[in-house]
């Protein structure tokens, strides 16, 4: 990836990008974006075959993919809670990013050692706990770099580079297996690869936010008070974790709905890859333009409204309509601008919330949250697939969906405002 000389001296010096989209973001900003866009390649190249390598290649049960794609989601949650507070207390942010970048890259390679589901599960298990480790100090780090009325256009930002990874991922994987004989090594080691090269852009651009003044001698006891505890006094933190928790519980894994949608179009194997390109080029079209909507209208109303559009996707492939290129288009774009909405508006409401020598510790705790419920409603997605059948069990995910959405709409959650 080629970097302008100038590019790279505002990424170290750490200035503002010119005018236009990306003004006010730092460099640190879009260092990150960088990093983020080179890993996602790496991990989509993965998720992209990995649905067909379990299922129709390792004969996994729906089931025991919705707990394995539930152990995707949130088994490792707690560990985010673990990273985000040694990032606050040593004050070296991107040093536990950087750890978790490189655990994921190890797992890439070890799935070329791994020949059977739950062997890859194990390894899933292990990359996942690298993800853990560091989303809440990534995304700490885009807080810190800007002021709180620009937090939806800085993780907008972040998120359209990252997008545009997960966007060239699965193209990468349907490049190699339409070329590779061994199709499925052959996209583990170029993921490796890639992983690598994420790492080492991480060490070479990203700066430490600066560190917090020392808090007066008075203030010091504070610190033996466990931070979560401390965070969850925060009635806004609070009341954003229990959203996330109740939406994320019957939020339906994009995962399955490609399985579903390959059904509904009996599409060949090969395409499969190619159908998260159709929510990732959504994705990072819409990322900036809805995170610079959620600073002007709320981020908690437009954090809602995205899972209206998921609820929008399952409507669609529960409809009765024909099997074809309008279907696959209405489900990956609603698809895709459910996670514009969702993504990085969730961190963009938390940021301001939270004090700056806690702001790691306190978006792991969201993202524990949210993890977690997500971990739930996979294992019983799977379990309904599995004794009912996929169509009932989009049903009763859409339902369940409808009805978090009306709960949390009743009890006030969104509200009006750049904060909000």
Known sequence: MYLSTSRAADIAGDTPAPKGPLRAVPGTVFALGLVSLVTDVSAEMVTAVLPLYLMAGLGMSPLAFGALDGLHQGATALLRLAGGRIADRTHRRKLVAGTGYALSAVCKAALLAVTTPWSVAAVLAADRTGKGLRTAPRDALISLSVPPEEQGRAFGVHRALDTAGALLGPLAAFGVLWVAVDGYEAVFTVSCCVAVLGVVLLALFVREAPAPAPAPAPAAPRAALPPVR????????????????VLGLFTVGDAFLYLLLQR??????????????GTAAVFLLAALPVGRLADRLGRRRVFLGGHVLLLGACLVLLAPLPAGAPLAAGVLALLGLFYAATDGVLMAAAGPLLPAELRTTGLAALQTAQALARFAGSLLFGAAWTLWG???????AAGGLLLSLAAVAVSGGPRAGRSS
Request: with cysteine; proline share 8%.
């Open 264 to 277: 509904r179009l009996d599409l060949s194997a090969a395409y499969f890859p190619l159908l998260p390109v």
């Open 230 to 245: 401390t965070l969850l006094r925060l009635s806004g933190l609070r009341r954003l974790c229990l959203t996330a928790a």
């Open 390 to 396: 996929p169509g009932q069990a989009l049903g009763l």
